[in-house]
């Protein structure tokens, strides 16, 4: 595992890292209060991926604070659910700090050094048009958990043409994300053609009696297609870690 | 229009019927009551298709005093809901009426003359073994109400090709009743397949978070599929009845 | 039929398409990418219908793409869901396309030649002056479809008087849409009053314990009138598609 | 007023009743401590009205200590929601006490006196044959408590006809009860024909999306015709005592 | 009955209205098309209240036309659900027609010759000061429809004493009005108190699991105090409009 | 604090126990694997009070282990939900083990020495005589975990009289229990009257609108007067639980 | 009980007062009528607590009504979900009062000698960075009403090492206020490692399934763990009302 | 691939088995009706793993046909929900066939031979004892599956101590299968302490606001630990299924 953690050891070990130097940053653990927040740095130690913010609700000043620790403890981050406008806002907090922004899935990330990591590959698929909000959410954060990540949008159940076009190449993939609104019927087709396991993405996109995603999340719940499991409604980045935890394991990353 | 009361009419013009014995006929309408329940014999003459009687709820005495008036009127009749047990103790109660007994869609009919009195087909769709029930209501109710009928029962979207298989005589019926619980993807799989109306039956086959069929039905109303309109859960009598509508438009019934 | 597709057929065999330029025109089938969204050109030839695009949640950009495309492949289009500030910026994208705005049904639609396609006429009735939005998305889409389409409006049940006035035409169409909210019983009674199939489309319109539509659509899918099938809450152009779809059988559009 | 308390009194003014007696009467005032249940006989003192009592949940031997208590004390009884196997063993704990059992309402009653005791009329009706259960509750509850009442049932919104026929009586009644399952229309017909107050029950009778009387009542509660006001679902009894306290307002009962 | 309806007919038969007059006063019935939105004069003769037009969803322009057509008609107006701002719109399209505006209960009238016109008073209770809103709307309402009405506010379970300081009045009213949010247990104990009815208000005031108005409409309706009936969340012109019909059979209006 | 184990290291300290003995009773903790079921004997610990088993679901077989092993340790025990059936044949796995059925509160216990351990009293209120049962599991339970626990029934709202006659005991109790189905509306009376902390406890007391208990627990949720918290609905163990935690607190058990 | 009513009625006793101005003050029992708001000055008197506004839903004017009232009773005051804006526009209204601003518990407060009345203290928890508004709510009600109160925020179920820090302290306190919103795991979690009683407060915070805090209701209600009762979604105050009155027992205030 | 169907075509290669038995065997590809039930055989082939019947609902006829014919097939079977009384029934219809009962896990299965296909290793942990039921159906149906599992059960949060054994183990798996009902919270306990992946399967053990596994369910979706996927209520065989397939990509099964 290559965390900084280990590096830092080694650099003990060696005698890169005074002791001093290791305790302080060793101090921060299990987790480091900033008032508000407690970050939770010892998570990439025990589950193997980088931490993640859910930026909603908090506000950029509180977002500043956490890039700005992150950066200093030489740590990744990504950050979910940050609008064009807060993006623009948390500039000023974070002087000199190289962050992304991914516009579509409203994500901010910051990586050092971005790598594949894992050996199997994800495919994320969308529904429709409207579902691409959270699959970019579950590609771009599947790739920053180190995956390889390849995208099929718009593909959606009423013209099956362009579901079964996609058949041949299923297999080939460690996990599909699948991404669907409305009737939430895809995940469904998607599973029956394949033994890749499916991780289903039910989203908010509809009206009316889709009240929010609740009918396409009890549509995939009650999938007779074996082979899908579901994560919370609009939830791109639960897809992404589930699928990035499945590919850790394919890779015999934990051995 | 070939109802009794066109006959009657008939009857009396060419003096077959006396003036008092059509009046006496004709005293029941608009509707007759029984006591404890109006039988509406305007219905067909209003609707152009004959009375049925949701038979659930109602006691076996309720059913056999319906049965025996409309077999006196000379009226066909259909009873939906009716359990083995509650059909064999309904014999005691109608003596020399020849009712059938539909046992998979739990059916009871008494028909003078079954004839196929619309141009257009209709195929009912089930998708699980556990939903042919109510697809069975919709078949038999659909032949009783006058259709050309055709079934295609266990046809799950998990296994794509079964569906698939369908498509090249989907556009050749009138209209198409899809019967699914679960997840309820079919009717969206299969309107977008073919120009052919869909009439949509959620069953309450699942469990957990189907929540009795309201995951089916949520689904089918959220379908991106257009062409499809809902009915009822496990309502199979309902899409058979507007199905038959439907053909009956076609078959120019009303001009 | 009479799609462009057979057209172009036509003018190959006639020899007025060169081979090359027919298979350019094809390539773009089943369907074509633009990148966010993938266009189904398949549609017009699988089901009989021009497509349509749910306007909701897309971009003006997104719109002005889809435009732009079926303007050069020389196909219809019909936008719902547009508002009017939507529709004004919507221009810059779409510079000499005449694109028409429906306002009350927010309806953006572009058509060549406009036409009635099929025989039968379909009745739009809404209960409120409340439901006339819905209504209206509905009667824009049906005429645009092809369909020959009149309109009742604020015809509620409170008022049993206006839903009897009705009674005597309701047989002379193929099809009745009814739009209502709150209670959601003008269905059922429409229902009850004649032959032709209704498609009930309930309504967000309400407050309190009509939680957005879900008291109208519980209403319309429990009627126990016969010949109703449902579509989506305030799922208009839905409704109007369904009945276009009988239209189309009534004509033997496919035959 | 002539309830037993103002006999009593008068009784204890005139010298037939001995103090002590009265007494003895009076200190089971405000309320009667039966071990299990605590019986309210101040109720028809403060409200006019005699107690009743919800059978279902208690055991025979619980309705039978209350019935004697209320036999000694010399007051009416009427319990609802007794099935016909709890009515037969009821006997065996009240000797001599003289209950009449109403099949069709589930109500046991005990009544020493009837008598009309209010000025206007109440006309219970019923939607469908199945939910005549619940107008029967109604209907025997309503005449228990002092009033005058019609019933008319089965009279479904499918068959306008029915409704129609009810109008020209409609205006004559002080209230009206209206009990309907399934989509629970007909109050709002009902109420936009006429200026009779309507107090709708919804019940529970339906399937599928019915959600056990949940669609009529939501039905009810939407209702866009005024002069609606709902009670609970099944709740016969609730609407004849609501309707009953109107009745006893109109006759000026309190004054 | 004093409506216009009946002076005209006077009017003609006493000679001062020509026949001609008579015959363009009465083609307005039973209802004005004004193309948008379909009146209903009728209502008056019907049922012995003035209309009431539902504010909320309709435009400045659609409520301005409303407004005019009934001045010109010599009838009386009330607009529930009109905010401030829309009022103040609503100037420019009613010139020199004496609008009145009640800003707590949202609620415009135009009423010629306020007049008691019923025998009872009814009395209406808020339970907290967040759901005056509502009682306003219910007392604003009831005094436009000819009651003579008052108001006791704020009167929450929390402090019984509140509760029972009203106690001794109950009984003089004719129709007591509860609205309550939160919990909605108010109706129950004011009903436990009085012989009379209690027609019950949920509002939507609370937060969390109030659910908009759920939580005390589930409340009320099952309140285990007889004497109350509900309406919908938030309808303070609905209960105002039951109350007002029962005053209206108090006062034998229709006799 | 009195515990086996406390005991047991006294007993070692003073010789009374040999160090096998008491390493042979301490190995079986943290908790005891029975095969199926882990028995958790540290919570006496832990918490302060003794384990409690909830009785439904699990079979005669389960409960009898259960019981035999904790005879065996010498620890207390209560089993929840056990109707007179299975409590019946329980006794054929617990020889020699005297079990107490309490018959209304469905509970068993066994109990070597029965006391007060706490200063505070407590007082379970119930509503009507049909949350009695609920009630009773509350009362049962509380005396068990050592509480001096007193107890009214039926004590509804809809007869205010008999809820303000608990007014002047009130503030004398630590805790009240209020346990009510229906409208739920008697803690917020309650907890208006008092200074004691209520701990409401909805009850699945009722029918219709009632959803098996959603009705009171909402109710109870949005109390507008201060001093209640909710427990699950039915769930009169953990009411009694709760209470007996802050009665230890009073009792300074703690420190 | 140190209340102002108690010092008035010594002040009365010793002369200090007049009996005119004692009556006075007295004549605004049991309530004040502020026109729209009945003040309720006894709450202090029954029950210990002082008392406190729900600001959302009232005007700035109301509000500053309140406030003016209360400072010269000589009454604290304390106002929940008050926003900024609204706080600073309060500010017109209560000139010369020193109001205090608590923005992330968004509480405004005046009180004129705060102090720790109860023995025991109180911990807040929140379970994520989000939470905290709700437990700032609870941790700021909890000092003002008199109470000694410590707080520990971000402690969140999946980082299981913050929770188990809190282990050996927890047993210190009187109530434990948990605040989590999610999945709502974390009060059974705190809740099976002490003997300290748990008021659980569900939050709003999440998205998708969360459906604004009802998932973490219901998880909370079903605890497995003893020990925990419900405060209402985002009922922080409610929360600190309850365990404040808990304190007050434990200090044996009312003794 | 070690199927059947690659066996046949070896055997057919080889001139084992003639060309006319091989296109026999083929000959029921893709499925094979059964008059009642389409099999699918095409599976095995498809998806990697057998196929396995959801025998609730199903009557034992047609569960003895399908067995029998997958009997004759040489294929395994698994079938869930079959309870000990149809079981045995079923008996009669699989003469000579050797089908295995696993009671706890309502299991019914046939297997040739049965072994270990897949590297990884499942772990399967309960919340609760009641909960077992469903984590059998997964233990049953994962080893069925091929894979090496391995179980924990009634391991609930409310004891800490027991979920904190299990850390050390939990990175070893390659997939953990968590059942709980109730609150749900052990998924997001469990999970924030490993990296493997866990599949989350809610239980319909509960009561009261438990409202059949819905609140469990809930929870596990909004969990705000990462590497949570969930299935539906009580599915334990899907969790087995998602689990397996998962395990096929770790051992490479497909390349």
Redo the contacts between chains.
Sequence with gaps: METNIKKKIELLKSGQLSEQDFLEYMEHF??KDLG???L?F??KL????PE?I?G???TVE?LGKIVNRFHQMGEDILITRVDAAKFKNLGDFCDGIGLLYHEKARIVTFSKKPEIKFK?SILVIS????D?EVAEEAFISARYLGNNVEKE????????????DLKPRL?NF??LIVAAG????LP??V???????V?AV?T????????????????????????????????G???A??AS??N???SGF?K
């Excluded at 025990?46 to 991926?49: C, S, V, Y």
């Excluded at 529904?127 to 409207?130: C, E, H, T, Y």
């Design positions: 299990p987790y508000d927040v407690k939770d010892h998570r025990r589950r193997g991926l993640a859910y909603s609700g908090k509180q199997g529904a429709g048009a409207s691409e949008y718009d593909v959606g159940v009423a013209c099956i043409a362009r579901v079964l297999n460690s996990v409305m009737e939430g019927a469904s087709v599973a029956g053609m394949t033994s890749t396991p991780i039910p908010s996109v509809g009206y009316g009696a889709s009240f929010n995603g609740l009918a396409a999340l009890l549509s995939m719940l009650n999938s007779c297609a074996g082979g899908i499991s579901v994560v919370n409604i609009d939830n980045f639960g897809a870690y589930q935890l499945i850790q394991k394919i934990d």
